[in-house]
């Protein structure tokens, strides 16, 4: 008996959507990607020509008033995320939402309050997808033991120079991405995934190009900082330290540490896991064979969730709101001054 297709309308259609989802949507059996409205009706219709899209929409509202659509892939920037998230679950629509998931935490408790009042809605956000492949192994080394206790977390994501001539990125626009702060809520994702959440932080940040020019070459203010350090309390007792900068020229780049009493953990720049336990003289590689690795099954684990029920793991809304508190506690606290402890 032939399985009734899911169709599928994307909101948004830029790189990550027409890289990642597009592509996934399409490799899922019996899914359709029915229509799409982007930014203007000429840019939904490139997208449309180039993937085979059969029906383009002038704006969003025209989308979620498709009722041959059953679900909605999200792929705009934050700053329209709760607004499209509500819209499209009152519209009857599953929601697979781009991340980060919002602006702020109030918003991102919205999207969550909502959702459960729609529990025959699937409601998932796109998952930070850099350390898929150490997640599984990271995982296990820390419940197995590995470390001991836990007694600190190390962790930085920073780049080259201070780039003083690009115009004003959106991501550096606190109107369309809020409290989120270069990839800070990617990597603290990612890091509650092996050793859980914060529950205290403390942060301080620099802006060091504080005027770009926007894409009509008018100056703006910049005030989503360039570099930042955060401190916190996990829940399990240790600490982390994370430290993201597009400022630090001949950094090297991404780098990951877990100290316990018994072990420490070295995730380097390639992703490659190293470890050594007390007597050890170094630390030695870990094998990570790719049979043992999670790889990038976003779609079909959406489509999954709406078909058969299958829980959402990555990433359900109530890890949104947590990561969303933990982004603006970062921000309240270099502001501030002061710690500010989880959840808000």
Same mark, same amino acid.
């Given at each position: 008996? *032939?399985?009734?297709?899911?169709?599928?309308?994307?909101?948004?259609?830029?790189?990550?959507?027409?890289?990642?989802?597009?592509?996934?949507?399409?490799?899922?059996?019996?899914?359709?990607?029915?229509?799409?409205?982007?930014?203007?009706?000429?840019?939904?219709?490139?997208?449309?020509?180039?993937?085979?899209?059969?029906?383009?929409?002038?704006?969003?509202?025209?989308?979620?008033?498709?009722?041959? &659509?059953?679900?909605?892939? =999200?792929?705009?920037?934050?700053?329209?995320?709760?607004?499209?998230?509500?819209?499209?679950? *009152?519209?009857?629509?599953?929601?697979?939402?781009?991340?980060?998931?919002?602006?702020?935490?109030?918003?991102?408790?919205?999207?969550?309050?909502?959702? +459960? +009042?729609?529990?025959?809605?699937?409601?998932?956000?796109?998952?930070?997808?850099?350390?898929?492949?150490?997640?599984? &192994?990271?995982?296990?080394?820390?419940?197995?033991?590995?470390?001991?206790?836990?007694?600190?977390?190390?962790? +930085?994501?920073?780049?080259?120079?201070?780039?003083?001539?690009?115009?004003?990125?959106?991501? +550096?626009?606190?109107?369309?991405?809020?409290?989120? =702060?270069?990839?800070?809520?990617?990597?603290?994702?990612?890091? =509650?995934?092996?050793?859980?959440?914060?529950?205290?932080?403390?942060?301080?940040?620099?802006?060091?190009?504080?005027?770009?020019?926007?894409?009509?070459?008018?100056?703006?203010?910049?005030?989503?900082?360039?570099?930042?350090?955060? &401190?916190?309390?996990?829940?399990?007792?240790?600490?982390?330290?994370?430290?993201?900068?597009?400022?630090?020229?001949?950094?090297?780049?991404?780098?990951?540490?877990?100290?316990?009493?018994?072990?420490?953990?070295?995730?380097?720049? !390639?992703?490659?896991?190293?470890?050594?336990?007390?007597?050890?003289?170094?630390?030695?590689?870990?094998?990570?064979?790719?049979?043992?690795?999670?790889?990038?099954?976003?779609? !079909?684990?959406? =489509? *999954?969730?709406?078909?058969?029920?299958?829980?959402?793991?990555?990433?359900?809304?109530?890890?949104?709101?947590?990561?969303?508190?933990?982004?603006?506690?970062?921000?309240?606290?270099? !502001?501030?001054?002061?710690?500010?402890? &989880?959840?808000?």
């Amino acid at each position: 008996m *032939a399985i009734e297709p899911v169709r599928v309308g994307l909101i948004g259609a830029g790189r990550n959507t027409r890289d990642r989802h597009i592509p996934g949507f399409h490799s899922t059996a019996a899914v359709e990607i029915g229509a799409v409205a982007n930014r203007s009706r000429a840019s939904g219709q490139q997208v449309a020509d180039a993937f085979n899209i059969p029906t383009v929409y002038d704006n969003w509202e025209e989308l979620l008033e498709d009722e041959s &659509l059953d679900a909605v892939c =999200i792929g705009t920037w934050p700053y329209m995320h709760r607004t499209l998230t509500l819209a499209s679950l *009152a519209a009857g629509k599953h929601v697979l939402c781009e991340a980060r998931m919002a602006m702020s935490a109030s918003e991102a408790h919205e999207m969550l309050a909502f959702s +459960q +009042q729609c529990p025959d809605l699937v409601a998932q956000i796109v998952p930070s997808p850099m350390t898929f492949g150490i997640d599984d &192994l990271l995982i296990r080394l820390v419940s197995e033991g590995f470390l001991g206790e836990l007694v600190s977390v190390e962790v +930085q994501s920073q780049t080259g120079f201070a780039d003083r001539d690009s115009t004003l990125h959106w991501r +550096q626009d606190r109107d369309m991405s809020g409290f989120n =702060i270069l990839n800070m809520g990617i990597w603290y994702e990612a890091m =509650i995934r092996w050793v859980g959440r914060a529950t205290q932080v403390m942060a301080m940040s620099k802006v060091s190009v504080p005027h770009r020019r926007d894409d009509d070459g008018n100056w703006r203010s910049v005030t989503v900082p360039d570099t930042v350090d955060i &401190l916190c309390r996990l829940a399990n007792g240790a600490n982390a330290h994370l430290r993201f900068s597009a400022c630090a020229g001949l950094s090297p780049g991404n780098d990951v540490w877990l100290y316990g009493t018994d072990g420490t953990i070295h995730v380097d720049n !390639q992703m490659r896991v190293f470890g050594g336990k007390r007597g050890d003289s170094e630390l030695q590689e870990i094998a990570n064979p790719p049979e043992g690795r999670y790889s990038w099954s976003v779609e !079909q684990e959406f =489509i *999954a969730s709406i078909r058969d029920g299958a829980p959402v793991l990555r990433t359900p809304f109530n890890i949104g709101v947590h990561y969303m508190e933990w982004t603006e506690a970062v921000t309240v606290s270099a !502001q501030t001054g002061d710690a500010v402890y &989880l959840p808000l």
